[in-house]
């Protein structure tokens, strides 16, 4: 059954990496990121999905053939570690 979690949560994932990108690359002040990141990740397919999904998200994730997923959760938080030098402006 988790196989079957991979193929709807991987563009999701991808979608909201994207958006955490481009949130992280705009020159917008530090307050305003803040507030469209997390304006847009409550939004996002992604979150939609883990609320209505969350018991099963540690299994997803702990699942060995999963590496796609840690693969797009690890770039997602190394946009994150660029940001001192690019969000806070």
Do not use: C, W
Request: proline fraction near 4%; avoid cysteine; charged fraction near 15%.
């Amino acid at each position: 059954m988790l196989t079957l979690f991979v193929p709807i949560l991987q563009p999701k994932m991808n979608h909201f990496s994207e958006i955490v990108q481009t949130i992280v690359q705009s020159g917008s002040s530090s307050h305003e990121k803040v507030k469209t990141l997390l304006y847009e990740g409550y939004q996002s397919d992604f979150f939609s999905f883990v609320i209505a999904v969350f018991p099963d998200m540690g299994a997803v994730f702990t699942e060995d053939h999963n590496e796609k997923l840690k693969g797009i959760q690890q770039r997602t938080t190394d946009y994150n570690t660029q940001a001192p030098s690019t969000f806070a402006s």
